[in-house]
């Protein structure tokens, strides 16, 4: 259950990052035109190939922003500037739409003809309200993913194919089930493949089915870009969205799936950029809800200077190496892959300084920075969750289990044109003793929920 300021909060909050994304985007392509600092495009190119660092510069292109956002949000008791939410990372390519949306769907079918449906037998029925309504519908999810296809389709005629490689095959089900979905309840024509299945000729890309050839007018890419060369048909995907022949979305923008975009909002020396760009207000909510994020540079700082706002021990740090010595109070930060990387998605590669003994933390320091010429890494400041507590089923015991656990909140926000709608948020508690919240066995997963308008 969200408070009604917490509901308020996350329905503004997509307008927000829709603008940080523009942001981000205008601020790689100055760079790379040698208007601001070049340094920026340097860092979000590192470690791309040459050919997707063209694609993702593509005059046509310029002004593709991804339609699905999805920031990682922890409830803290006490987030940076005294904010309660922290915002981990932002996603463009994320899993469990179908997920979150199957799961409203299930918990909104319990809170109806005022709870008259609720099953006794299986569900605590106190906790839900009929006063309580899921967020963004049952169908939210389903309705605001319609809404974004729609739009990235435009007047093109053909289907819609969500692409899901086999990095990604574990979503494969959620995705088949949305799909299923949309054509049922949205009237569109769409079906998840293999990226195997597409074919392509030179009038564009489709799939066979009983019916014979299917064109395709829009892909929705669910695949990482650090993956194409594992990705079946992937350059020639690409060559047809170059030829203008298929829409594709998320666009082939690695520079917009890069975690040290949060350490360029927090730059000193880009402040005037984001101010200007984003407006006070935006830029102080975002300054307030991203840590503060530093990327694992190794090229020598010179001696007068030190690395911006990174204080160990309330000392300035002059050398990243300083924080291999750090107590372990001193080392409450994370460490994690930036992007493009097979570890950079789904809580891998993730390293949590104060979890580790000194010899580790060192050892990941000095592995992060040796990567930086293919994959740079980002040193995050670390925040608590806030602790709250839930129950799930036990089926071998057939009982209710309390459980207490720190929650990461995920809403999905679809865009279409300038707005970016909250379609629902998915919640994902965890074991006290688990650093890194993520969707793993022992969590509990279930929708967010808010009082109706006039019931609060």
């Not at 071998?396 to 207490?404: C, E, H, K, Q, S």
Request: charged fraction near 25%.
């Amino acid at each position: 259950m969200l408070s009604p300021e917490d509901l308020r909060f996350f329905e503004t909050l997509g307008t927000h990052l829709l603008a940080f994304y523009r942001g981000v985007n205008r601020l790689y392509l100055d760079s790379a035109r040698g208007t601001q600092p070049a340094w920026v495009a340097s860092y979000l190119d590192q470690g791309k190939p040459d050919s997707l660092v063209a694609a993702g510069r593509l005059t046509p292109w310029e002004d593709h922003l991804p339609a699905v956002i999805r920031p990682d949000i922890i409830p803290t008791d006490d987030g940076p500037n005294r904010h309660l939410m922290v915002m981990t990372e932002l996603d463009s390519v994320p899993g469990g739409i179908g997920l979150t949306g199957a799961l409203a769907e299930a918990y909104g079918k319990l809170l109806i003809d005022d709870g008259e449906s609720f099953p006794s037998s299986t569900l605590h029925a106190s906790r839900l309200t009929p006063h309580a309504e899921i967020v963004g519908g049952p169908d939210g999810m389903i309705r605001g993913f319609a809404a974004m296809l729609r739009h990235q389709q435009g007047d093109r005629r053909g289907a819609i194919a969500v692409v899901v490689s086999e990095e990604a095959k574990d979503y494969r089900p959620e995705m088949t089930w949305l799909a299923a979905r949309l054509r049922e309840h949205e009237e569109l024509d769409v079906v998840c493949l293999e990226p195997q299945d597409v074919r392509f000729a030179e009038e564009g890309l489709s799939w066979r089915d009983e019916s014979g050839e299917r064109p395709i007018a829009l892909l929705y890419r669910f695949f990482e870009l650090f993956d194409l060369p594992n990705v079946p048909k992937a350059e020639l995907i690409l060559y047809s969205a170059k030829q203008g022949r298929v829409a594709v979305t998320p666009p082939f923008k690695p520079a917009l799936e890069e975690k040290l975009a949060f350490a360029l909002l927090h730059h000193p020396s880009l402040a005037p950029f984001w101010r200007e760009e984003l407006g006070e207000d935006t830029f102080g909510l975002l300054a307030g809800l991203m840590p503060r994020t530093w990327t694992l540079d190794p090229s020598p700082v010179p001696p007068a200077a030190v690395i911006p706002e990174l204080r160990v021990g309330g000392k300035a740090v002059g050398d990243w190496r300083d924080l291999a010595s750090a107590s372990q109070k001193g080392r409450r930060f994370v460490v994690k892959p930036s992007g493009f990387s097979e570890l950079a998605w789904g809580s891998r590669g993730v390293s949590v300084g104060h979890d580790l003994p000194q010899s580790q933390w060192a050892a990941v320091l000095d592995q992060a920075l040796a990567s930086f010429a293919t994959t740079p890494y980002v040193l995050q400041e670390f925040h608590k969750g806030r602790q709250f507590h839930l129950t799930y089923e036990d089926r071998n015991r057939g009982d209710l289990v309390p459980m207490a656990g720190r929650a990461r909140l995920s809403p999905y926000y679809f865009v279409v044109g300038d707005r970016a709608e909250l379609g629902g948020i998915l919640a994902t508690v965890c074991p006290l003793d688990k650093k890194v919240i993520h969707g793993m066995r022992d969590a509990i997963m279930v929708p967010c929920a808010a009082l109706k308008i006039g019931d609060a």
